[in-house]
């Protein structure tokens, strides 16, 4: 049976972390972009037809380059907002006249005692959360349950040491997301060794 958007594909991406989604991007007779979603289900005649013309790693591969994009296009929109705000010239002119014993209390002073109140720890989390998701451990990583659980991670930390510790999941293969009886992430344990 043939579909309406085969021979017009433009593009075929994932659309959740559970990647039981997919979103074929398609042009009409007329030039205009559509979008058609569709359920990852190899029993499904429509998907089937669309695994005929792409494979789970092409769209896997498709899905991570998108979302590079996207990535990329954040970082811009945060550097601009940075620029714009002046933070980035805030940067060693936070009053502690160069005292390097200053400078490690207010480092060490956002991980301990981190108020979700305060403008500049939710900036400094921000920004940590940027740096975590610039860094090639976690570009590199490859599409997985584990690397998109740990990027959700990541993205929903509310306070800078979760980030961190979700940050572990990349770098340390014995690290592990702990969840509650709904399968809400909870916590994530790293060991020391």
């Known amino acids: 049976m043939a579909y309406f958007w085969e021979d017009k594909i433009a593009d075929v991406t994932y659309t959740n972390a559970e990647l039981d989604t997919v979103k074929i991007l398609w042009k009409d007779e007329d030039d205009v972009y559509r979008e058609h979603y569709l359920k990852v289900d190899e029993e499904d005649e429509q998907f089937q037809a669309l695994l005929e013309v792409t494979s789970y790693e092409d769209i896997e591969g498709r899905t991570k380059a998108a979302n590079d994009i996207v990535r990329q296009e954040f970082k811009d929109a945060f550097d601009r907002y940075a620029e714009r705000t002046n933070m980035y010239s805030n940067i060693g002119n936070d009053g502690t006249d160069g005292d390097p014993f200053m400078d490690y209390y207010q480092f060490f002073h956002f991980f301990n005692d981190y108020d979700v109140d305060d403008a500049e720890h939710k900036e400094r989390l921000f920004g940590l959360k ?13 599409t997985s349950e584990r690397s998109k659980e740990a990027k959700t991670t990541v993205r929903k ?20 997301i702990h969840k509650d009886e709904e399968g809400n992430i909870i916590g994530v344990f790293v060991p020391f060794t």
């Open 130 to 142: 940027l740096y975590i998701f610039d860094q090639e451990y976690v570009k590199d990583s490859e």
């Open 157 to 176: 930390a509310l306070k800078p040491i979760q980030a961190l510790a979700a940050a572990e999941l990349f770098r340390n293969e014995d690290a592990e």
